[in-house]
């Protein structure tokens, strides 16, 4: 038999049927649902007097709405009322369609991406779909993990199945030692630079090697989160046993009885030895600094101790066009340095990086330190009711608030404005989030992607700092 | 999808070319949670002479007596003609969503707009091209005769006159096949439902731990 990817590997597990213009139905496991994407999707299913295929395959949370400031008061006191619709009328959707919900104000809400895998919704080998780009962050569990449309989600509803064409396999290996101070956060920026937000189109990316094998399941996640971001809709881990560990133990996990059985079928989802990638990437590990991002895209990317581009210097006059229109909006200089720009507000949180770990690596770095005069307002948001609980058994909320960040409720905040969290006009903002689009963040912001830790470490400087210097 | 087999109904006028998206429904309508609902904006700034607010009860807004689907012969429309390029602008699927909506069932007209075309067809609406000439006289027929009815044959592929003139139209065969017998993507993939059940069956015994597992 042919050696196969990972990937091949998992579409050909849920293959229902090949249809002869070269689509193919695919069988999906696991739905997770959010109050934007899917009121139309239900809506859809009540007009035309359809059920759900499968309830058991769903779990819902809103997360994009939801404020992030004390809701003791519930959903009625959302203060925006097109948020508060949205919030309602999921609980009313899943309250119909008898669909697990998380709400609000239950310990377990919390971003869709947090949730499933620390649920053990997400498990190895299962297809993954929600109605939000970031959900290839699910395939650093070896499952095959995308985002979907609101018709999709309707489809994915009532059939259980989702009309997909194959991808094609890429693999980037990071061999090597990751250097103190480096985290997955800036494997993936730096892997973004590489290959280009554009680079990954089509494909569905492995990530693989040395590197790859020692960075935990929570940094894992990071990495594939952001492959979307590389233009690549999948991306993948090959199954360890630092995967299968993670989930031993969590709600919907199998169940004693079932363990053994299922961690010897996930052991197979690897790629074969002599499986064949369209492409591959090689970088090495010991090349990757702390990375900041100072334009408008992820791919705009540079080493803390880099000088911001000069457009003069790049031969390509498009991209050149690029860079200046990226400038202007930045509000930068060409060739001035990265330490130098200054923050005016520093968001730690989002589905990259809004996990326990996250959490500790930047809490660490403020710890006995004050956030710099200059810096307006310094958020943490914990990925989930969960999150924020282990968190303040550790104390890490103590940590944050004596050093003067803002410690809130779980959330996707200002990763995306949709909810009170924003910047204003012209502020720049260290984020631990995956997108630096204009206004992503609020109208006129500017968005600058980094690490837990060099978010945490720009903090209490009030401008981008190497962390490495603050952890000696 | 709601099928499209044959449909006969008042037909309305509407004699106004490059209609776009955001004339069929304004974009502070694009904030709703519904795919339904939006018959009460359809053709919002020219039905109405205030500016209208989403979620708010349209019964009581001045109409605007000028507008064609005010008028009193024309209630009820189900069949609206219209001039050239029809649905340009956005690719809103609202547009459809609220023609729908308000009961229309078919447009007729002597070309679209791409996009809008394509959204029809997911919508059970069917959008009938015909020649100038032909739109021409369908609109002087029903401004002369009160309660004129059209009937759209789509098996036959006609557009019949109450004095039994017909009109042959195009149509591609797939999206025909759809709309007859009212076939979604949710439709044709449910047509292979022995199979997904079949595929089902398979996994619950490979792979039992993830069945009512999240409760
Ligand atoms: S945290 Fe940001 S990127 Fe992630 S799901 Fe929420 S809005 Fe999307």
């Given at each position: 038999m042919?050696?196969?990817?990972?990937?091949?590997?998992?579409?050909?597990?849920h293959?229902?049927?090949?249809?002869?213009?070269?689509?193919?139905?695919i069988?999906?496991d696991r739905?997770?649902?959010?109050?934007?994407?899917?009121?139309?999707?239900?809506?859809?299913?009540?007009?035309?007097?359809?059920?759900?295929?499968?309830?058991?395959?769903n779990?819902?949370?809103?997360?994009?709405?939801?404020?992030?400031?004390?809701?003791?008061?519930?959903?009625?006191?959302?203060?925006?009322?097109?948020?508060?619709?949205?919030?309602?009328?999921?609980?009313?959707?899943?309250?119909?369609?008898?669909?697990?919900?998380?709400?609000?104000?239950?310990?377990?809400q919390?971003?869709?991406?947090?949730?499933?895998?620390?649920q053990?919704m997400?498990?190895?080998g299962?297809?993954?779909?929600?109605g939000?780009?970031?959900?290839?962050?699910h395939?650093?569990f070896?499952?095959?993990?995308?985002?979907?449309?609101t018709?999709?989600?309707e489809?994915?509803?009532?059939?259980?199945?989702?009309?997909?064409?194959?991808?094609?396999?890429?693999?980037v290996r990071?061999?090597g030692?990751?250097?103190?101070?480096?985290?997955?956060k800036d494997?993936?920026?730096?892997?973004?630079?590489?290959?280009?937000?554009?680079?990954?189109?089509?494909?569905?990316?492995?990530?693989?090697?040395?590197?790859?094998?020692?960075?935990?399941?929570?940094?894992?996640?990071?990495i594939?989160?952001?492959?979307?971001?590389?233009?690549?809709?999948?991306?993948?881990?090959?199954?360890?046993?630092?995967?299968?560990?993670?989930?031993?133990?969590?709600?919907?996990?199998p169940?004693?009885?079932?363990?053994?059985?299922?961690?010897?079928?996930?052991k197979?989802?690897?790629?074969?030895?002599?499986?064949?990638?369209?492409?591959?990437?090689?970088?090495?590990?010991?090349?990757?600094?702390?990375?900041?991002?100072?334009g408008?895209?992820?791919?705009?990317?540079?080493?803390?101790?880099?000088?911001?581009?000069n457009p003069?210097?790049?031969?390509?006059?498009?991209?050149?066009?690029?860079i200046r229109?990226a400038?202007?909006?930045?509000?930068?200089?060409?060739?001035?340095?990265?330490?130098?720009?200054q923050?005016?507000?520093?968001?730690?949180?989002?589905?990259?990086?809004?996990?326990?770990?996250?959490l500790?690596?930047?809490?660490e770095v403020?710890?006995?330190?004050?956030v710099?005069?200059?810096?307006?307002?310094?958020?943490?948001?914990?990925?989930?009711?969960?999150?924020?609980?282990?968190?303040?058994?550790?104390?890490?909320?103590?940590?944050?608030?004596?050093?003067g960040?803002?410690?809130?409720?779980?959330?996707?905040?200002?990763?995306?404005?949709?909810?009170?969290?924003k910047?204003?006009?012209?502020?720049?903002?260290?984020?631990?989030?995956?997108?630096?689009?204009?206004?992503?963040?609020g109208?006129?912001?500017?968005?600058?992607?980094?690490?837990?830790?060099?978010?945490?470490?720009?903090?209490?400087?009030?401008?981008?700092?190497?962390?490495?210097?603050?952890?000696? | 999808?709601?099928?499209?087999?044959?449909?006969?109904?008042?037909?309305?006028?509407?004699?106004?070319?490059?209609?776009?998206?955001?004339?069929?429904?304004?974009?502070?309508?694009?904030k709703?949670?519904?795919?339904?609902?939006?018959?009460?904006?359809?053709?919002?700034?020219?039905?109405?002479?205030?500016?209208?607010?989403?979620?708010?009860?349209?019964?009581?807004?001045?109409?605007?007596?000028?507008?064609v689907l005010?008028?009193?012969?024309?209630?009820?429309?189900?069949?609206?003609?219209?001039?050239?390029n029809?649905?340009?602008?956005?690719?809103?699927?609202?547009?459809?969503w609220?023609?729908?909506d308000?009961?229309?069932?078919?447009?007729?007209?002597?070309?679209?707009?791409?996009?809008?075309?394509?959204?029809c067809?997911?919508?059970?609406?069917?959008?009938?091209?015909?020649?100038?000439a032909?739109?021409?006289q369908?609109?002087?027929e029903?401004?002369?005769s009160?309660?004129?009815?059209?009937?759209v044959?789509?098996?036959?592929?006609?557009?019949v006159?109450?004095?039994?003139?017909?009109?042959?139209?195009?149509v591609?065969?797939?999206?025909?096949?759809?709309?007859?017998?009212?076939?979604?993507?949710?439709?044709l993939?449910?047509?292979?439902?022995?199979?997904?059940?079949?595929?089902?069956?398979?996994?619950?015994?490979?792979?039992?731990?993830?069945?009512d597992?999240?409760?």
């Open positions: 042919a050696a196969k990817t990972l990937y091949d590997k998992l579409w050909d597990a293959l229902v049927r090949q249809n002869e213009d070269g689509s193919a139905l069988y999906i739905q997770i649902l959010h109050e934007v994407t899917s009121p139309q999707a239900f809506e859809g299913l009540r007009l035309a007097g359809r059920k759900p295929w499968r309830i058991d395959a779990l819902a949370t809103p997360d994009h709405n939801v404020p992030t400031t004390e809701r003791a008061g519930g959903v009625d006191e959302i203060v925006d009322p097109v948020s508060r619709i949205q919030v309602k009328t999921l609980d009313a959707n899943c309250d119909e369609f008898g669909i697990t919900e998380f709400k609000m104000n239950d310990q377990r919390g971003i869709v991406h947090v949730v499933g895998p620390e053990g997400t498990l190895p299962t297809t993954v779909v929600c939000d780009s970031h959900t290839s962050t395939g650093a070896g499952a095959l993990a995308h985002g979907i449309g018709s999709e989600v489809h994915v509803l009532a059939t259980q199945c989702l009309i997909a064409k194959k991808m094609k396999n890429m693999l990071v061999d030692e990751l250097g103190a101070g480096v985290t997955a494997v993936v920026l730096h892997i973004i630079g590489v290959i280009g937000t554009a680079g990954g189109t089509g494909y569905a990316i492995e990530f693989g090697g040395s590197a790859i094998r020692s960075i935990s399941m929570e940094g894992r996640m990071t594939c989160n952001m492959a979307i971001e590389a233009g690549a809709r999948v991306g993948l881990v090959a199954v360890d046993d630092t995967t299968i560990e993670y989930f031993r133990g969590r709600p919907f996990s169940s004693a009885e079932q363990w053994d059985a299922a961690a010897a079928a996930w197979e989802l690897v790629s074969d030895e002599g499986a064949q990638f369209d492409t591959v990437v090689e970088i090495k590990a010991e090349e990757i600094q702390p990375q900041v991002t100072w408008t895209s992820p791919e705009m990317v540079a080493p803390i101790n880099a000088l911001v581009p003069d210097a790049e031969s390509d006059p498009v991209k050149a066009d690029g229109r400038l202007q909006y930045m509000g930068l200089e060409a060739d001035q340095k990265i330490t130098d720009i923050l005016d507000r520093v968001f730690i949180g989002s589905c990259t990086n809004s996990r326990i770990e996250d500790r690596a930047a809490a403020v710890k006995g330190r004050k710099a005069a200059n810096v307006k307002q310094a958020l943490v948001v914990p990925g989930s009711g969960l999150v924020k609980a282990q968190a303040e058994a550790e104390g890490l909320d103590k940590v944050f608030i004596e050093a960040l803002e410690w809130r409720e779980p959330g996707c905040s200002m990763c995306l404005a949709m909810n009170p969290d910047l204003g006009q012209g502020e720049h903002c260290a984020s631990t989030s995956n997108r630096n689009f204009e206004g992503r963040q109208f006129g912001g500017r968005t600058h992607l980094v690490s837990p830790a060099m978010a945490a470490a720009a903090a209490v400087t009030g401008h981008f700092t190497d962390v490495r210097e603050l952890m000696q | 999808m709601r099928k499209f087999t044959q449909h006969t109904g008042i037909a309305a006028p509407l004699d106004r070319a490059n209609v776009d998206t955001d004339m069929i429904i304004p974009k502070q309508f694009l709703s949670i519904k795919r339904a609902g939006f018959g009460p904006n359809l053709f919002d700034e020219l039905r109405y002479l205030d500016e209208g607010q989403p979620d708010q009860d349209c019964a009581n807004r001045p109409l605007n007596p000028d507008f005010n008028q009193a012969r024309y209630q009820g429309t189900s069949v609206l003609l219209a001039r050239e029809f649905g340009c602008g956005s690719s809103r699927e609202h547009a459809p609220a023609l729908d308000f009961g229309i069932r078919a447009v007729i007209a002597p070309s679209f707009a791409d996009i809008f075309y394509n959204n067809f997911k919508n059970g609406l069917l959008p009938i091209v015909l020649p100038e032909q739109v021409d369908l609109f002087k029903v401004e002369a009160e309660g004129y009815e059209l009937t044959d789509l098996e036959r592929q006609v557009v006159t109450p004095s039994g003139e017909a009109f042959a139209f195009e591609d065969n797939f999206r025909k096949h759809c709309l007859l017998n009212g076939l979604d993507d949710i439709g993939t449910l047509q292979h439902a022995d199979e997904i059940k079949a595929y089902e069956a398979r996994r619950r015994q490979e792979a039992p731990w993830l069945f597992a999240i409760k």
